[in-house]
């Protein structure tokens, strides 16, 4: 059974910065594309940052140079390291793995429950 586990959500002002870590069991971080999402309040699930088996990352425009992706293979856990955080910033965010198979139907998704990221003008 695969477990997601968020931490390092929190209150922070404009300009601070937070790392968020996601504890990851019953798979490998390296097999899988990883990634962090957020929801805010009345608004779609969107990605953040992903990182792939084969180290390659991606960032939504908004986030890019502020937001860095990593990852501790000896921990398997996945990290969001967020600096120049801003109030549109503020949302619940999920780590996700997203796992490859070579039949239907060929991927499919695992998530955390969320951690809560507020940012205060």
């Known amino acids: 059974q695969v477990q997601l586990v968020e931490s390092g959500g929190g209150l922070v002002q404009a300009g601070g910065s937070l790392r968020l870590s996601c504890a990851v069991s019953?798979?490998?971080?390296?097999?899988?594309?990883m990634a962090w999402y957020r929801q805010a309040p009345g608004k779609q699930r969107d990605l953040v940052a992903a990182?792939?088996?084969?180290?390659?990352?991606n960032y939504a425009d908004s986030v890019e140079g502020r937001f860095t992706i990593s990852r501790d293979s000896a921990k398997n856990t996945v990290y969001l390291q967020m600096n120049s955080l801003q109030p549109e910033d503020t949302a619940i965010y999920y780590c996700n793995a997203r796992h490859y198979l070579d039949y239907y139907p060929y991927e499919y998704d695992d998530w955390g429950q969320g951690t809560q990221v507020t940012v205060s003008s």
């Open positions: 019953g798979t490998l971080i390296n097999d899988n594309t």
């Open positions: 990182i792939t088996a084969g180290d390659s990352t």
